[in-house]
């Protein structure tokens, strides 16, 4: 049963915008935190940013004044609108709990960034 599915990736220059979305289940959505997580070749999965119920943010370094996670409560969606891309950024793109489950991990969303 798929519980979070992640979308919005694609093909996008150094310096351009995406906007990735992440729909949960109502059970995950209205009980957990939901945070956004990133593998890059060769690297492990690391964690770039993250929202509580109450909308409070956490996001890693790396993310900080260029990414913005928020929630839409209606559709049970959390984005990452990630501005100021940089080739760096590229990976899969997964959204989980905060902090993650190992069942929730899903097939994520291809991000990559390249002139």
């Known amino acids: 049963q798929v519980q979070l599915v992640e979308s919005g990736g694609g093909l996008v220059q150094p310096g351009g915008s995406l906007r990735l979305s992440c729909l949960a289940s109502g059970s995950i959505f209205n009980e957990y935190a939901i945070g956004w997580y990133r593998q890059a070749p060769g690297k492990q999965r690391e964690f770039v940013a993250s929202?509580?119920?109450?909308?409070?943010?956490n996001s890693a370094d790396s993310a900080k004044g260029r990414f913005t996670i928020s929630r839409d409560n209606a559709k049970n969606t959390v984005y990452l609108q990630m501005n100021s891309l940089k080739t760096d950024d590229t990976a899969v793109y997964y959204c989980n709990t905060a902090p993650p489950f190992r069942i929730y991990w899903g097939q994520g969303t291809q991000v990559t960034v390249s002139s």
């Open positions: 929202i509580t119920k109450l909308g409070r943010t």
